[in-house]
């Protein structure tokens, strides 16, 4: 199924303002521990799968006009506006699904990311990308240790070294200043950074940021670059990622050709918490940005993987601004009551769409081209963490979980799949509806409030009729709407806003994965295709060095990879 981020839907009541909807009036079954050990099993889980039979009969244009409805299901906190009256639920809806982030235990998994409990069982790690956006005078502990100081340590590094390279005292090996930095990552080193990056910019770039090993992507990056200005940045966590090391290696090699061994450390700087391997890779300890286990890969905007870029090229005050929108929304996520948690609301809205109404498929739809990289980075966020077929605890799921993200920017989309969520797709749910209002956004903002009720009221036939459309036309041109969307309104878009947004999307997908029971915080499901590329790797290795057959492959890939290696030879 597919859902907007904002509206989709069945009909089944006639809902009159004021009057009662009959799925609602299901009484509320006190909630227990599940026997199996998965959520499906408690009560609260089952009191919704009751309730989503009802839900199908409803249709959106009878719940919108119950505007009491409505008004309960708009959410303000800090400037940002949270509308989710477009979904296909009744506030009957809601009681259930808080009963149900009171069984899965929310509040105190929450609590015990921000106390540092190591939650990512599978790899025994924190779960602490928040401390990375704490206030200098905040404590945050993790495994007996502060973990503040040591974030505004990096932070303060961050600020001197984007601060010289800025004001071009720092300078490259020859005594040129330095004009442009290239930085090497992929995954969250790449898609958090790049999202940010692009939504904050205003037109002059210093920094590039470069993911893929296709060389064609090195060749454009280099593209009227000089070694001699130039500053590369390598973000990799782990420092083994194979595309990341080979790109690394052929910066490494590009710039020693004219600065010489002896320049890296003015040319090449790391973003690691892998300082070791930085270290055995030729660059000075001096020019690396540590971060921390506790920060997963796409969790990991916040630390010098996203700020060191946004540092050298929109200053560290955008920055600070950046992370203070980033805690604000931390705190509320910390400490406001389950029914007015805005991230507790949107994991609950995705929880209902993809488990209970068979909705998995969620379209993101920023009307702002500034957040054109919004939906790539959730895409990475939302589907490696919670893309997991097992619980915390290694039982498979007899349930849905996990949400497909697609987006592109509003009016983009509008031009391009809209038609098939308004005519054919019940699947996808709620496209996020993501917004901006300044004034020569009007355009936009037209389209920005259109769209949400075109999903959600589609037109009849008698309505078409009525337009005078001919009779062989009226099947084209109706729509049984019903589609499900929320909307997001930011104040403006800045780097607070920014830091806030990025917020919100992150701790809406942990909620996700509290209640869903799984663990948002590893991805096994990579590291298996990881580890299965080393080994053909070593095969084709073998092949072109040593002549040897390829063997331990099943025919396809045997043929494949013959047929690849024998076209290079040709
Ligand atoms: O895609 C898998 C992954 O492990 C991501 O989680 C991570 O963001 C990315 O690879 C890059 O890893 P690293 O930062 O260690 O190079």
Same mark, same amino acid.
């Given at each position: 199924?597919?859902?907007?981020?904002?509206?989709?839907?069945?009909?089944?009541?006639?809902?009159?303002?004021?009057?009662?909807?009959?799925?609602?009036?299901? %009484?509320?079954?006190?909630?227990?521990?599940?026997?199996?050990?998965?959520?499906?099993?408690?009560?609260? /889980?089952?009191?919704?799968?009751?309730?989503?039979?009802?839900?199908?009969?409803?249709?959106?244009?009878?719940?919108?006009?119950?505007?009491?409805?409505?008004?309960?299901?708009?959410?303000?906190?800090?400037?940002?506006?949270?509308?989710?009256?477009?979904?296909?639920?009744?506030?009957?809806?809601?009681?259930?699904?808080?009963?149900?982030?009171?069984?899965?235990?929310?509040?105190?998994?929450?609590?015990?990311?921000?106390?540092?409990?190591?939650?990512?069982?599978?790899?025994?790690?924190?779960?602490?990308?928040?401390?990375?956006?704490?206030?200098?005078?905040?404590?945050?502990?993790?495994?007996?240790?502060?973990?503040?100081?040591?974030?505004?340590?990096?932070?303060?590094?961050?600020?001197?070294?984007?601060?010289?390279?800025?004001?071009?005292? /720092?300078?490259?090996?020859?005594?040129?200043?330095?004009?442009?930095?290239? %930085?090497?990552?992929? +995954?969250?080193?790449?898609?958090?950074?790049?999202?940010?990056?692009?939504?904050?910019?205003?037109?002059?770039?210093?920094?590039?940021?470069?993911?893929?090993?296709?060389?064609?992507?090195?060749?454009?990056?280099?593209?009227?670059?000089?070694?001699?200005?130039?500053?590369?940045?390598?973000?990799?966590?782990?420092?083994?990622?194979?595309?990341?090391?080979?790109?690394?290696?052929?910066?490494?090699?590009?710039?020693?050709?004219?600065?010489?061994?002896?320049?890296?450390?003015?040319?090449?700087?790391?973003?690691?918490?892998?300082?070791?391997?930085?270290?055995?890779?030729?660059?000075?300890?001096?020019?690396?940005?540590?971060?921390?286990?506790?920060?997963?890969?796409?969790?990991?905007?916040?630390?010098?993987?996203?700020?060191?870029?946004?540092?050298?090229?929109?200053?560290?005050?955008?920055?600070?601004?950046?992370?203070?929108?980033? /805690?604000?929304?931390?705190?509320?996520?910390?400490?406001?009551?389950?029914?007015?948690?805005?991230?507790?609301?949107? +994991?609950?809205?995705?929880?209902?769409?993809?488990?209970?109404?068979?909705?998995?498929?969620?379209?993101?739809?920023?009307?702002?081209?500034?957040?054109?990289?919004?939906?790539?980075?959730?895409?990475?966020?939302?589907?490696?963490?919670? +893309?997991?077929?097992?619980?915390?605890?290694?039982?498979?799921?007899?349930?849905?979980?996990?949400?497909?993200?697609?987006?592109?920017?509003?009016?983009?989309?509008?031009?391009?799949?809209?038609?098939?969520?308004?005519?054919?797709?019940?699947?996808?749910?709620?496209?996020?509806?993501?917004?901006?209002?300044?004034?020569?956004?009007?355009?936009?903002?037209?389209?920005?409030?259109?769209?949400?009720?075109?999903?959600?009221?589609?037109?009849?036939?008698?309505?078409?009729?009525?337009?005078?459309?001919?009779?062989?036309?009226?099947?084209?041109?109706?729509?049984?709407?019903?589609?499900?969307?929320?909307?997001?309104?930011?104040?403006?878009?800045?780097?607070?806003?920014?830091?806030?947004?990025?917020?919100?999307?992150?701790?809406?997908?942990?909620?996700?994965?509290?209640?869903?029971?799984?663990?948002?915080?590893?991805?096994?499901?990579?590291?298996?295709?990881?580890?299965?590329? +080393?080994?053909?790797?070593?095969?084709?290795?073998?092949?072109?060095?040593?002549?040897?057959?390829?063997?331990?492959?099943?025919?396809?890939?045997?043929?494949?990879?013959?047929?690849?290696?024998?076209?290079?030879?040709?």
């Amino acid at each position: 199924m597919f859902r907007k981020e904002g509206l989709t839907l069945y009909s089944l009541l006639q809902v009159k303002s004021g009057g009662n909807i009959h799925a609602c009036m299901q %009484a509320c079954r006190p909630c227990s521990s599940p026997a199996t050990g998965l959520i499906s099993s408690s009560i609260a /889980w089952r009191n919704l799968r009751e309730h989503v039979d009802g839900i199908f009969d409803l249709h959106l244009k009878d719940l919108l006009q119950d505007e009491r409805r409505c008004r309960d299901m708009i959410k303000e906190y800090d400037g940002i506006v949270l509308d989710y009256s477009r979904q296909r639920a009744t506030s009957c809806t809601f009681k259930f699904l808080l009963a149900l982030a009171k069984e899965a235990g929310v509040k105190e998994k929450i609590d015990m990311m921000f106390e540092g409990k190591h939650i990512n069982k599978t790899e025994d790690r924190a779960v602490l990308h928040v401390a990375l956006r704490a206030p200098r005078t905040e404590k945050i502990v993790c495994d007996g240790k502060n973990v503040v100081p040591d974030v505004w340590d990096v932070l303060d590094k961050i600020k001197c070294f984007s601060e010289r390279v800025r004001s071009g005292s /720092w300078v490259g090996q020859t005594g040129k200043v330095l004009k442009d930095v290239v %930085a090497i990552g992929i +995954g969250g080193s790449y898609l958090g950074p790049l999202f940010a990056y692009t939504a904050l910019q205003t037109g002059a770039e210093l920094v590039q940021l470069l993911a893929n090993v296709d060389p064609i992507d090195v060749a454009i990056a280099l593209n009227g670059l000089c070694p001699e200005t130039t500053l590369v940045v390598i973000v990799s966590k782990t420092f083994t990622t194979q595309e990341t090391m080979l790109n690394a290696k052929t910066m490494r090699t590009w710039l020693i050709a004219s600065v010489g061994k002896e320049g890296i450390a003015k040319h090449m700087v790391a973003v690691s918490t892998n300082l070791k391997l930085v270290k055995e890779f030729g660059l000075d300890p001096d020019n690396a940005f540590a971060f921390w286990d506790w920060v997963g890969g796409r969790y990991s905007v916040c630390s010098a993987v996203g700020l060191l870029p946004l540092a050298i090229q929109y200053g560290f005050n955008k920055v600070n601004q950046f992370l203070e929108g980033a /805690w604000s929304i931390d705190s509320h996520f910390r400490c406001a009551p389950l029914e007015d948690n805005i991230p507790v609301i949107l +994991g609950l809205i995705s929880i209902w769409n993809v488990s209970f109404l068979r909705c998995p498929a969620r379209a993101i739809l920023p009307y702002s081209q500034a957040l054109q990289k919004l939906a790539p980075h959730i895409q990475q966020v939302s589907m490696e963490s919670n +893309g997991k077929g097992v619980s915390m605890d290694g039982r498979p799921l007899d349930f849905h979980a996990g949400e497909i993200d697609f987006g592109e920017p509003g009016t983009n989309g509008q031009h391009s799949f809209y038609q098939l969520i308004h005519q054919v797709i019940t699947a996808v749910y709620s496209p996020t509806h993501v917004c901006e209002p300044i004034s020569n956004h009007d355009e936009l903002m037209c389209n920005f409030f259109a769209q949400p009720d075109a999903l959600a009221y589609g037109k009849t036939w008698e309505q078409a009729k009525a337009e005078g459309i001919s009779d062989d036309l009226i099947p084209h041109k109706i729509f049984t709407g019903n589609r499900p969307s929320l909307n997001i309104l930011l104040p403006t878009l800045d780097a607070y806003t920014l830091g806030q947004l990025l917020a919100l999307y992150e701790h809406r997908v942990v909620v996700q994965g509290f209640i869903w029971g799984i663990n948002s915080f590893d991805q096994w499901g990579v590291e298996l295709g990881k580890s299965l590329a +080393g080994k053909v790797r070593l095969s084709m290795n073998s092949v072109r060095m040593k002549g040897e057959e390829l063997k331990g492959y099943n025919y396809s890939t045997t043929y494949l990879l013959n047929r690849y290696l024998k076209g290079k030879t040709l």
